[in-house]
């Protein structure tokens, strides 16, 4: 448990070092898992992949539903507006120096799962089922964005395409016989494999936990990923607001 809280603590710190990247993308990718487990046993969609997104609204189009093409619309917009948002809130805090530049938008995500898990229990039918797609899509546009600002576009936590194809290229390369001898000899990025896999493995995870959390608690399954992501984030928020303290305690003096 030391371990885990000392790993919360520095996950979304302003300080960023592959470590801390790598420690909040195996994070994020759990969490996500399970916000995408949950979501799919109650609206039959995967919120956060937005390939499959666009071809389902292709495949309504074609076929005159236009109830599933406007759910799938409501799913990419928000998706693209919680990426807008994260660049928003994340260039306000930056120029501002603040700590929680990161750790705030993880705070707004849980935030925003934890009201829904709240209500979600008063919605009914299709009104749910829209809540429910307009909110897990908006938050996992904010989490992609915010792994994407940290890792300088090198994870990605809410979908597994791109690592999956960069694990097997790396293990083409891993597998590549050089000739002896080459100047430039092909050479696999072990540690990004590792990562990759770990990111792949830990969204897996986070599905299965989501969907058996499901099947005991309903929508208050989804605390569990809340109360994670508000641990991660409450360390730099709280650096910012003792500062603040200080700096205002200070001029009055």
Do not use: C
Not at 62 to 71: H, M, Q
Not at 139 to 162: D, E, F, P, Y
Not at 198 to 203: C, K, R
């Amino acid at each position: 448990m030391p371990g885990l809280l000392r790993v919360l603590a520095r996950a979304a710190g302003p300080e960023r070092t592959d470590r801390a990247n790598r420690d909040l993308a195996l994070l994020l990718a759990l969490m996500a898992g399970m916000l995408n487990g949950v979501g799919f046993i109650a609206t039959n969609v995967y919120t956060s992949h937005m390939t499959g997104i666009t071809a389902a609204i292709s495949h309504s189009v074609a076929r005159g539903e236009w109830r599933l093409v406007a759910l799938g619309f409501e799913a990419f917009t928000l998706f693209v507006l919680g990426a807008a948002s994260t660049a928003i809130a994340f260039n306000w805090a930056r120029r501002r120096r603040l700590r929680s530049r990161f750790a705030v938008i993880l705070a707004f995500e849980a935030v925003l799962v934890l009201i829904f898990a709240t209500l979600a229990q008063f919605l009914h039918g299709s009104l749910r089922s829209q809540v429910f797609i307009a909110v897990l899509a908006y938050t996992m546009g904010l989490q992609n964005a915010v792994i994407t600002k940290m890792s300088n576009a090198t994870i990605r936590t809410t979908h597994v395409t791109g690592m999956v194809t960069d694990i097997g290229i790396a293990l083409g390369k891993l597998l590549y016989r050089n000739t002896p001898g080459d100047p430039e000899p092909v050479r696999a990025d072990t540690g990004k494999l590792r990562l990759h896999l770990s990111v792949v493995t830990a969204f897996f995870v986070g599905g299965v936990l989501g969907v058996a959390l499901y099947g005991v608690a309903g929508f208050r399954s989804l605390l569990v990923p809340a109360l994670v992501l508000l641990a991660a984030a409450a360390p730099p928020i709280m650096a910012d607001l003792r500062g603040r303290s200080v700096a205002t305690t200070t001029h009055n003096l």
